[in-house]
T-cell receptor
Framework: EAQVTQNPRYLITVTGKKLTVTCSQN?????MSWYRQDPGLGLRQIYY???????DKGDVPEGYKVSRKEKRNFPLILESPSPNQTSLYFC????????????FGPGTRLTVT | SQQGEEDPQALSIQEGENATMNCSYK?????LQWYRQNSGRGLVHLIL?????REKHSGRLRVTLDTSKKSSSLLITASRAADTASYFC???????????FGKGTLLTVNP
């Protein structure tokens, strides 16, 4: 089944404790991205990647890092999480040159206390 | 990338009625996509309309695009309780891959 998976789905952590949210897709998509969704603000893009070893900032990259060492994986790293990073996070992927339809993961609900 | 603005912010209808939501954007586009999000879940792609198309259908969905007014509308006919969700538009002008989503329209279909 074609899908984007994220782990963990739920995470409660404390300020400053480094964490990684994993994202993996099995569709051989070149393009992957991370969004955060906050009430009243909609979805905002954090980082995106056009292919392996090619990443770029989205609209709200501060406080986040990403890497793209393999085509299928695009982890989101919070080196020193803060309470304002409490949010619902989504990973998405799409095939380059395709229909531009983005496939979204199920979401990761992060709470930073 | 540019952001679409959905209107209304919330819409409540009875099952069987039609639901119409609108999207406005600011600059020229290559295409515009509509997505649905059930509460707390990932977005699901519904339909894409290209800038040279005026109308497109998919099942109970009808999307129109008016590039002169920089607006699009999504019509859901004969709505069902399962259509209850938030709906987002994503206009794409530069990169077709970097989408920016607005705040969405929350549709509630009452049984």
């Amino acid at each position: 089944e074609a899908q984007v998976t994220q782990n963990p789905r739920y995470l409660i952590t404390v300020t400053g404790k480094k964490l990684t949210v994993t994202c993996s897709q099995n569709m051989n998509h070149e393009y992957m991205s991370w969004y955060r969704q906050d009430p009243g603000l909609g979805l905002r893009q954090i980082y995106y990647s056009m292919n392996v070893e090619v990443t770029d900032k989205g609209d709200v990259p501060e406080g986040y890092k990403v890497s793209r060492k393999e085509k299928r994986n695009f982890p989101l790293i919070l080196e020193s999480p803060s309470p304002n990073q409490t949010s619902l996070y989504f990973c998405a992927s799409t095939r380059k040159g395709g229909s531009y339809e983005q496939y979204f993961g199920p979401g990761t609900r992060l709470t930073v206390t | 990338s540019q952001q679409g603005e959905e209107d209304p912010q919330a819409l409540s209808i009875q099952e069987g009625e039609n639901a119409t939501m609108n999207c406005s954007y600011k600059t020229s586009i290559n295409n515009l996509q509509w997505y649905r999000q059930n509460s707390g879940r990932g977005l699901v792609h519904l339909i894409l309309i290209r800038s040279n198309e005026r109308e497109k259908h998919s099942g109970r969905l009808r999307v129109t695009l008016d590039t002169s007014k920089k607006s699009s509308s999504l019509l859901i006919t004969a709505s069902r309780a399962a259509d209850t969700a938030s709906y987002f538009c994503a206009p794409s002008g530069g990169s077709n891959y970097k989408l920016t989503f607005g705040k969405g329209t929350l549709l509630t279909v009452n049984p």
